[in-house]
């Protein structure tokens, strides 16, 4: 692959994974490091592109597989740490927070609660619109496990939207 097909075919992706990332970590600048590595290695690897038959799939299969490797790799942090960091993450975020309704703004700290599988259903299907092959591609997840998941997550976030509308 040349210089200018790359151009073409891989770095308009960035945004899309950088979404992705980002939604995985919950930490902007990881999210830009994962995805400075997944260029840099698609970039190595320009000669064998040629291969791949979704390179979206593949960036954001890339992607998914770097955010885990970098759970993965976490040590455990200290509660007065990880307070402290949520904190100052949140006081970004607060600006974008304000614009927000409540309830766009549960629903988004529902989705965050949700169990890993769930929330990247979730976020692929819903948010960024992927279809269900697609999203089987990126995951390595059968279609129908994909529906499962996505139907318990949404069900979920349902679930906890009435019990706090009406107090139940």
């Known amino acids: 692959m040349l210089a200018s097909e790359f151009k073409t ?3 308009p992706l960035s945004n899309k994974l950088m979404r992705f990332a980002t939604q995985m970590l919950h930490d902007e600048e990881q999210a830009r490091d994962i995805i ?4 840099l290695k698609l970039w190595q690897k320009k000669d064998s592109l040629r ?3 979704n ?3 593949f960036a954001m299969r ?3 597989n770097r955010c885990l490797d970098l759970f993965k790799a976490k040590k455990p942090v200290l509660a007065e740490d990880d307070f402290l960091k949520r904190n100052s993450t949140e006081s970004r975020d607060l600006q974008n927070e304000i614009e927000l309704s409540e309830s766009a703004l549960l629903v988004r700290k529902l ?3 949700l169990p890993d599988i769930q929330r990247t259903v979730m976020h692929l299907r819903d948010i960024e619109q992927y279809e269900y092959e697609e999203i089987a591609q990126m995951t390595d997840l059968t279609v129908n496990t ?3 998941n ?3 997550a949404r069900k979920k976030v349902r679930d906890e939207l009435i019990k706090r509308e009406y107090g139940n």
């Not at 400075?36 to 260029?39: A, R, T």
């Open 9 to 11: 075919k891989v770095l």
């Open 111 to 113: 989705i965050r609660n």
């Open 51 to 53: 291969e791949v038959d």
């Open 36 to 39: 400075q590595d997944v260029f």
């Open 62 to 64: 890339m992607t998914r």
């Open 55 to 57: 390179m979206e799939a």
């Open 150 to 152: 996505l139907s318990r």
């Open 146 to 148: 994909i529906r499962v």
